[in-house]
């Protein structure tokens, strides 16, 4: 019974609820089409902005209305064309905010509700800030995180992107106890350069989400793309006095849109042009420099394609910032000798922490750290430069800079001119060991000259240090010293010079013609040596050692035993699986009668060899006087020499009897190779 009466009530409520549905449908539902709703300027403005809203119907329209959240706002009777009807607010203001619907009736039917829109207002609340960690600089491809930052606290902070891709994110804020700030941190990409990246952030409470603050300043995304990029350069120069006017020029390409100069450091670019016409350059003028210019700056390029690559860095320098002049002076002389020693002293009153000395055409830029001098009561920084060329003529000047500000200077010091005088003779720097040395043997250089210098300096390639030893006179030589290097290693490899002078003058001669020092067994390839077409061979001859190894090598070094000449290199040919050079001798004499042995070495380590070849014995028959006079090169190679081919060594005559009587008798053929003269003097 109970069963029986549950059921009829729920069909009495179903046919009591149906009825007046099918009533409402049947007076509701036609043929009309649904109105579109749109709003002009946008739906994003700020406040005291004027908004229109667009109802489009359809031309039977009689009446349009707009509802804001559900509520009746606005009713328009239309004029022609009746198929749209406009609601204006001027001045909007924060209860505005919200989100429309619009509908219309015809003589007998009713229209549908638009879709809503949402009207956002902004404005009302202060402007966040808005940064790019670390930087707004983006590689292409790569993430940025952008923090948007308030000191009042919203509930939640949102992020606008305003470039070619719409894009809207919103995060709830979290307080940041080390910056007393809410913030909240939105992370973007991948990043690409075909497109705009312009961001705004605003902040708003949860209550009312279409009310709004006002924008953060925009900040754009410069995306490192992979178009060409321009150069950039400053004129009149990057080092600047204060107060002038300075132009810094940017070049791209001919279809670029948009120029913009960044400055390292700053969030938003320093300047942005668009050209009337497209253009290949533009400028970006600084009517009066001062300290707030100094820095570092790169330019970019935009056009339909996208964004090129970032310039190369300009460094902007301010001069005249700080009043207290420093003095610079030459040690020993303002008249320098090309291929010595010179010394700039840059003295000041005031405690600056670093000096820097300048040349006028600005390609000679090198810092000292400031030392205080007790007997002067003064700071001074000394600047030395080892084997002046002449190349260091002209005009220098110092300045004084804080460590905290390195492109801020002080004015200049007084222009110091430099000339260089003419060149001394140079000495001559031998080895008695050979070029090539096994690691554990001690080693020593000899640097001689026929002109008496008091003292001698080794320098080598790449080192700081400058080893000094006073001469003495020899038999042959009238000075010679010998450095003693010690045990070789690894670290004895490199190229080697000297250089003489005299006790009165710090002015050093030119420097001896470089001596390279090879070191074997460094890594762990051992070539073969063999020789073609036999290891005995008649003056005249042609004969070829052929250098091979199945293990990759750069490079193929040729040595003979005893020889004063540097060795020779050739880079490898790959054949059948293995690197090969042929060593090529024409026409030989007894000459090149020896013991020769083979090396590989890499570009990485051009003075660390491999261990050498079992060692191959070459034996010319025939008499030096009547044979061929061989070429001026010990050995012709037929393939290309390498950039960093040896140079070789023709000793000075008279310092052959300082090496052994069998050394110098082998100079001495040397020296005579290819000469119209007796060698038989060369005996031992």
């Known amino acids: 019974m109970d069963f029986t009466f549950t059921a009829l009530l729920c069909v009495g409520l179903t046919l009591g609820l149906w009825t007046p549905v099918l009533a409402a449908a049947h007076f509701h539902t036609g043929s009309l089409p649904k109105p579109i709703l749109r709003v002009q300027p946008d739906s994003v403005v700020s406040e005291q902005t004027t908004v229109t809203f667009l109802c489009n119907g359809t031309a039977r329209a009689e009446e349009y209305s707009l509802y804001k959240d559900q509520r009746l706002q606005f009713t328009e009777i239309p004029q022609n064309p009746k198929n749209q009807a406009e609601f204006s607010i001027s001045k909007v203001h924060r209860q505005h905010a919200g989100r429309y619907r619009c509908r219309y009736w015809t003589s007998d039917e009713q229209s549908e509700y638009s879709d809503s829109v949402e009207l956002v207002v902004t404005g009302v609340y202060s402007k966040p800030s808005l940064s790019a960690l670390p930087s707004p600089v983006v590689t292409e491809g790569g993430n940025v995180t952008l923090q948007c930052a308030s000191s009042q606290q919203y509930h939640r902070l949102l992020l606008t992107n305003k470039g070619s891709q719409k894009q809207s994110f919103t995060k709830y804020s979290q307080y940041n106890y080390s910056t007393r700030q809410f913030q909240a941190q939105f992370s973007v990409g991948p990043v690409t350069s075909s497109q705009r990246w312009i961001f705004m952030c605003y902040s708003y409470h949860s209550y009312s989400p279409q009310v709004w603050s006002e924008p953060s300043e925009p900040l754009e995304l410069l995306v490192s793309g992979t178009f060409h990029k321009p150069t950039i350069k400053a004129e009149p120069g990057s080092i600047v006095a204060s107060g002038i006017l300075m132009t810094i020029l940017c070049q791209g390409n001919l279809d670029a849109e948009i120029y913009v100069l960044q400055k390292e450091g700053s969030q938003k670019p320093l300047d942005m042009q668009t050209p009337e016409k497209p253009e290949n350059k533009t400028k970006f003028s600084i009517p009066s420099v001062t300290h707030l210019h100094a820095g570092q700056y790169h330019c970019y390029c935009y056009s339909s394609a996208g964004w090129t690559e970032r310039s190369d860095t300009l460094e902007l320098v301010v001069t005249g910032i700080h009043n207290s002049k420093p003095r610079l002076s030459a040690l020993p002389s303002h008249v320098v000798i090309s291929g010595g020693n010179m010394t700039f002293q840059c003295v000041s009153g005031e405690r600056y922490d670093k000096f820097i000395l300048t040349k006028e055409d600005q390609k000679f830029l090198s810092s000292v750290d400031s030392q205080y001098i007790h007997s002067t009561r003064q700071y001074q920084a ?267 060594y023709t000793p000075s005559p008279g310092c052959l009897t300082a090496v052994t009587p069998l050394m110098s008798s082998f100079l001495c053929h040397f020296s005579l190779l290819g000469k119209e003269a007796n060698r038989s003097q060369c005996r031992p």
Not at 500 to 518: F, K
Not at 522 to 529: H, K, N, T, Y
Request: aromatic share 10%; proline share 6%.
């Open 382 to 648: 000394l600047f030395s430069i080892d084997h002046v060329t002449p190349n260091l003529t002209g005009t220098f000047r110092c300045y004084g800079y804080y460590k905290q500000t390195p492109q801020l200077w002080s004015v200049p010091s007084d222009p110091l001119e430099i000339h260089i005088s003419g060149l001394s003779k140079n000495p001559s720097l031998l080895t008695h060991q050979g070029h090539i040395l096994d690691p554990g043997m001690n080693f020593t250089l000899q640097c001689c000259s026929d002109i008496s210098y008091d003292k001698f300096a080794l320098y080598k390639v790449g080192r700081t240090d400058f080893p000094q030893h006073y001469g003495h006179r020899a038999q042959a030589c009238l000075s010679l010293v010998n450095f003693t290097l010690g045990s070789v290693s690894s670290f004895t490899g490199g190229q080697y010079r000297c250089y003489g002078a005299h006790n009165l003058s710090s002015e050093w001669s030119a420097s001896s013609d470089p001596l390279d020092i090879l070191i074997t067994g460094q890594f762990e390839v051992r070539p073969s040596l063999s020789v073609k077409p036999n290891s005995t061979v008649h003056s005249g001859d042609n004969v070829t050692l052929l250098c091979k190894t199945a293990d990759a090598v750069d490079t193929f070094i040729l040595s003979k035993e005893g020889a004063a000449h540097q060795p020779q290199r050739l880079k490898p040919k790959l054949h059948v699986s293995e690197f090969q050079a042929e060593f090529s001798m024409s026409a030989v004499t007894s000459d090149l009668s020896g013991t020769y042995r083979c090396y590989g070495s890499h570009y990485s380590s051009l003075y660390l060899l491999s261990y050498a070849s079992a060692p191959v014995e070459l034996s010319v028959s025939g008499s030096i006087g009547v044979s061929t006079p061989p070429p001026s090169r010990p050995l012709k190679t037929d393939g290309e020499y390498q950039a960093s081919q040896y140079r070789e």
